[in-house]
């Protein structure tokens, strides 16, 4: 007896890889928002002024693209392997 595509069954690996997806798409979203409040307050109004302080906030800008740059990354290689995964097997 051959099984078939009528007897493919739901791909686990695949069903596992959404559900990671799905929970790292809601940690990416605590991550990438954790230096908003402090990458607002230095570059709204002035709260801190001086040589250092523009080191510290362009080393906060920096730091908050590197982060959305890495998560980003996680999250294209999750998809790429969901992509990459049948359905059923």
Known sequence: ??????????????????????????????????????????????????PKARTFAEDLIARRARLRQATRAILDALEEELRVTPSRR
Do not use: C, Y
């Open 1 to 50: 007896m051959n099984s078939g595509p009528a007897d493919a069954i739901p791909n686990p690996r695949r069903q596992m890889l959404e559900q990671t997806l799905v929970e790292v798409k809601a940690r990416i979203a605590i991550l990438e928002a954790a230096l908003d409040p402090a990458h607002r307050q230095f570059t709204g109004q002035p709260v801190w002024v001086g």
